[in-house]
Structures are given as C-alpha cells and as structure tokens.
C-alpha cells in the first residue's frame, strides 16, 4: 500500500499515464512506471527498481476506475471488441470506420462485425447482440434498425459515402438506398460470421472511453500501446488512454470460460441460473471498488443458493478474484460467500453493501475447487453477487 501511494503523489507531479500494477502468475505485482511490455513480459520501474514479470497476466492503471462499455455509435466485433466511432461507409465486403482514438479510418471485414449502431442505442438495450431481442433467435439475414422502431431484414449491398445511404435489399423486395440518419443500427449475418481467437496468448486493451479492443502481439513503451486486431487492422494508441491490458489465454484461466458442476436453490423454489462474464440478470458484471463503480470484462453473476464445483486436475496453484455484491441490484442486499479447496474452506467476511473483497487462494495440488453463495441476514432480496477477474493461476 505504501508503494502505491508514494507513487500515485509522483504521478501528481509527473505525466500519469505510465503509474500501472501488473500482475505476475507467481504473484509478483510490482507498481511503478510502465518502461516497456512484449512478447509478454513487462518491465516496471518501482521505487525499489525496476521489476520484470514474464508471462504478465494483467496491468492496470493504479487509482483509474475501469470504465463502463461504451454506449454511443460504434462498432461490436463477433470477437468481443467494443469501438465507439462513426461507420463512414463501405462496400459487400467490409466498413470503413473511424475509430474513436484512431487518426486514419479503418477497414473492417463485414465477417469481423456483429452490429454497427449509428446512433446512440435506446437506454434499457442489453450491451450484448445475444440479448438484444429485435435481433431474434436464429437469424440468417442481414438487419436495419430503424431510427423509427421498424426492423427490415435482406441484406446489405453496399454503402454510398458520398450521399451516406446504406444499398439495402429486403427479402422479398428490391434494393433501394437508406439514408444513415434513418438508420439506428445495423446486425449482420450471422451464419457467415468469423470470430477466430489466436491459438495463443493475446490482450485484452481497456480504454478510457469504454473501448474493449482485443490484440495480437501486443507492446508499449511509455509512450504507446501497439499491436494488431484480431480481424488484422495495425493499432497504435497513446498509453495515456490505456486503463487496462488483460493477457488472454495466458498463464491464467477465466472461471467463466469453464463449466463447473452447479447446484443451484433459491426461495420458494425461485433459482437465478449462474451467469459467465455477466451478472445473473444479464447485466455488465459491476463492483464497487476503492476507484468507484467499476465495469469488468470477465466474471461469475450468482445468487443464493448457489454451488459451482470446478475440477482442477492439481494444475493450478492459485485463485484469485474480487467478490462482492452488486451496486445496483445488490444495494441493500447480504450474502455468504465460501470458498472451499478440496472440501477445506476458506473462511470469508458475510458480503454487505460497499466494496467488493479480494479472494486470494493457494491451490497447488488441489483437485477442487467449490465457490458458495449463501443468504445473509435479509434472505435472497438484492444479494446479487458477483466475481470478477475471477482466475486460475498455473
């Protein structure tokens, strides 16, 4: 802690941008200044020198909230990317693009793209295409949503810059040009969407604005964060913009991307089914932290009474995540949370209103890991809890 606070008064009088605490798999997590980050490995200059992590698993800017998605016009990838900007155009094959934070526009692959909003989505709209229900289960066709409620289904031949209409042809129908500013959005197919993954380790780019950017072969200086998209646009991006790198696919596993064994129970026979990298209630998954309300990308949603039983096979040595209940539908709720290993459990505070806990549990050789989430003293109302960066480290 005292690290921490020597360096956020330096970072007072200097240029803040490079003051970050990485995260090791050994445990390592020096604080200090950002010197440089490739191939993995991270140097950070602390008070006491400078420190090198290989295989980093996180780096986040020291005392800046993670910031909430982005909500206004701009870009969902089919790989997760989340990018406010302004679409400019395009042809049958792909966007043009201005990124928010980019000088120069990019060209997006229509495969790449999940949903284009023109404008500012509706309050209430769920941040994920899955949940949208205007998108409906199933579809093979391309979507206009527009401006007025009606959606139309065909599918998109092109794009006129010039005039800025979008050449829309709707099943049964002819083509016909639409101008941008009737258009809220627009969802493209998705029985001929690509969402590849690098085989690999890659990173996970949290921007100040919202922006939730994935990269291959990430690095940066002091200065700038560069690397490539997964649909294989080049990026370079001023460091200062940057509150979070999470490695993928790394030296640490995400507990949402495995399926555990679930018992679930709830009051009067009511369950709330466990949820991965969402709350139980299909919201971005929130805690409340010493930086504020903060929004992650990767977590459990739960609620009482729930178990998640995960086998571990003895590969990992350690579990860490924040726990908490949620600040919206968890305002005035209680919780018990527990944490067993290999049926041993890890003694937890009850959960109240405030800021979420640290979980940190050592796990070499164990086979089990079991995460419980109990009523407290108010019963189940608003104890919704959530885990967020919730990992295994190897």
Do not use: C
């Not at 003051?19 to 950002?34: S, T």
């Not at 993954?197 to 922006?211: E, S």
């Not at 555990?260 to 805690?287: C, H, I, M, N």
């Not at 949620?326 to 937890?348: F, W």
């Amino acid at each position: 802690m005292g690290s921490v606070l020597i360096l956020a008064a330096l970072a007072a009088g200097q240029p803040e941008r490079s003051v970050f605490a990485a995260v090791g798999p050994g445990g390592e997590r020096p604080v200090g200044r950002l010197v440089r980050l490739g191939n993995g490995t991270v140097e950070i200059a602390t008070p006491d020198g400078a420190v090198t992590v290989a295989d980093v698993v996180s780096l986040r800017r020291v005392g800046v909230t993670r910031p909430a998605f982005p909500r206004g016009s701009g870009l969902l990838t089919t790989t997760g990317d989340r990018l406010p900007g302004t679409l400019l155009g395009g042809s049958a094959e792909a966007l043009r693009f201005q990124f928010a934070v980019a000088e120069d526009p990019w060209t997006v692959p229509l495969p790449a793209v999940s949903v284009a909003w023109l404008g500012t989505p509706p309050a209430g709209t769920p941040p994920d295409p899955d949940r949208v229900t205007w998108l409906g289960p199933n579809r093979k066709r391309d979507l206009l949503r527009l401006r007025n409620g009606d959606t139309a289904s065909g599918t998109v031949v092109g794009f006129a810059a010039d005039d800025e209409t979008i050449t829309f042809k709707s099943d049964g129908g002819q083509e016909r040009a639409v101008p941008f500013g009737t258009v809220a959005a627009v969802a493209f197919n998705p029985a001929l969407a690509v969402s590849r993954r690098p085989k690999g380790a890659y990173t996970l780019a949290v921007l100040r604005d919202g922006t939730r950017l994935h990269l291959v072969g990430a690095a940066a200086d002091e200065t700038t964060l560069r690397g490539k998209t997964l649909f294989g646009q080049a990026v370079e991006l001023p460091i200062s913009r940057v509150v979070a790198l999470d490695t993928q696919r790394g030296k640490a596993t995400e507990l949402s991307g495995l399926r555990p064994k679930a018992e679930q129970g709830g009051f009067l026979g009511v369950t709330w089914p466990w949820a991965a990298d969402r709350t139980v209630r299909g919201k971005p998954l929130s805690l409340l932290t010493a930086n504020g309300v903060e929004t992650f990308d990767h977590g459990l949603g739960t609620h009482p009474r729930t178990v998640l039983t995960y086998d571990l096979a003895g590969k990992y040595r350690r579990f860490e995540a924040l726990v908490g209940l949620d600040p919206v539908s968890g305002r005035q709720g209680r919780a018990v949370v527990r944490v067993a290993v290999d049926g041993k459990e890890v003694t937890l505070a009850d959960l109240t209103p405030g800021p979420a806990v640290s979980v940190r549990v050592e796990l070499a050789g164990a086979k089990l890991l079991t995460l419980t989430v109990e009523s407290g003293a108010a019963g189940d109302v608003q104890a919704d809890v959530n885990w967020a960066d919730a990992r295994l480290f190897e």
